[in-house]
């Protein structure tokens, strides 16, 4: 009843990520990948988008509006071969808590941990 809080972490092998065209055709993957699932099961409408970054790792920061009412908040980062999806759906009221800040300023990119180059 309060919300979905989620992180997705999609890898690929570092060769592929440079000829797709490293961090930001990751970052622009892991955009329409949001955007794919919030305008097809959830009817979501992209109310903003703005460039973000942590860790010296590119990012955006998505909100979405979906049909039902409730609102979506993506912060998406790219490294040189991950994408991470954060995401927090709940109402439009509670987006703006407390809770919500806590849960994304709780995401780090950390360095090379078990063959990952941050994780």
Do not use: C, W
Not at 6 to 26: D, H, Q, V, W
Not at 73 to 102: D, P, Q, W
Request: no cysteine; aromatic share 8%; proline share 3%.
């Amino acid at each position: 009843k309060k919300g979905l809080f989620m992180i997705t972490a999609l890898g690929f092998p570092e060769a592929l990520s440079r000829e797709l065209g490293g961090t930001e055709k990751l970052l622009e993957l892991g955009r329409q990948d949001v955007l794919a699932a919030a305008r097809g099961k959830l009817q979501s409408r992209l109310l903003s988008e703005r460039p973000i970054v942590l860790g010296g790792s590119p990012g955006l920061e998505l909100e979405l509006l979906p049909r039902e009412g409730a609102a979506i908040k993506v912060r998406i980062y790219a490294t040189t071969n991950h994408i991470y999806e954060v995401s927090v759906y709940t109402s439009k009221s509670r987006l703006m808590s407390g809770n919500v800040e806590k849960f994304f300023a709780s995401f780090a990119l950390l360095a090379r941990l078990s063959g990952f180059d941050r994780a």
